[in-house]
């Protein structure tokens, strides 16, 4: 199975702090997201990344950053945290392909990172 | 993406009792799926749909994908105190991007 690590659990930052988001998956996948859930809201696409060095804006890019130099290794970037930031931030991997039976195309979650920003 | 209405947002459910909560969309999709939030987890995948009308079942789960394929439906049968989380539904077109719906938080009465 998948594993997809995300290596915070809980973090409290300070407003204007600088904040990293780490993401490891296990199984070679080209693709990498990352997600914010909030309640309400079910979850929206910050950034994804469907290669090393490649990345996309999802649907609420805007104080987010990304980094992909590893193929295993996808990392959220908030350059200054604000308060509105609060939340939990969810990564996912996904194989090759687009949708098919094999199911192989679907997304592995981690099990989340909720950051608190003071 | 676009944001899909998935409903009811909360429900208390009866231990034993079948539920539904459902999904819709103003777009088409080529894949609809559930997944499964624990508290203090990541969603879990509970289910695929990939042909309108397929029906697929997961043990005591069930999901349709709807004939129009704006569409989805979850069952839960016999419920049981472990149901609790959040469900999400997903779709996605034809772009390397899913569309989720807000969830639906189900607690279980004892």
């Known amino acids: 199975d998948v594993k997809v690590t995300q290596s915070s659990r809980y973090l409290v930052k300070r407003t204007g702090e600088k904040v990293f988001l780490e993401c490891v998956q296990d199984m070679d996948h080209e693709n990498m997201f990352w997600y914010r859930q909030d309640p309400g809201l079910g979850l929206r696409l910050i950034y994804f990344?469907?290669?090393?060095?490649?990345?996309e804006k999802g649907d609420i890019p805007e104080g987010y950053s990304v980094s992909r130099e590893k193929k295993e290794r996808f990392s959220l970037i908030l350059e200054s945290a604000s308060t509105n930031q609060t939340s939990m931030y969810l990564c996912?991997?996904?194989?090759?392909?687009?949708?098919?039976?094999?199911?192989?195309?679907?997304?592995?979650f981690g099990a989340g990172s909720r950051l608190t920003v003071l | 993406g676009q944001q899909l209405n998935q409903s009811p947002q909360s429900m208390f459910i009866q231990e034993g009792e079948d539920v539904s909560m459902n999904c819709t969309s103003s777009?088409?999709?080529?894949?609809w799926l559930w997944y499964k939030q624990d508290p203090g987890e990541g969603p879990v995948l509970l289910i695929a749909l990939y042909k309108a009308g397929e029906l697929t079942s997961n043990g005591r789960l069930t999901a349709q994908f709807g004939i129009t394929r704006k569409d989805s439906f979850l069952n839960i049968s016999a419920s049981i105190p472990s149901d609790v989380g959040i469900y999400f539904c997903?779709?996605?077109?034809?772009?390397?991007?899913?569309?989720f719906g807000a969830g639906t938080t189900v607690t279980v009465r004892a």
């Open positions: 997903a779709g996605r077109s034809n772009d390397y991007k899913l569309s």
């Open positions: 777009s088409i999709f080529n894949t």
């Open positions: 990344s469907y290669d090393v060095k490649m990345k």
């Open positions: 996912a991997s996904r194989g090759p392909g687009l949708a098919g039976p094999s199911g192989a195309n679907v997304l592995t």
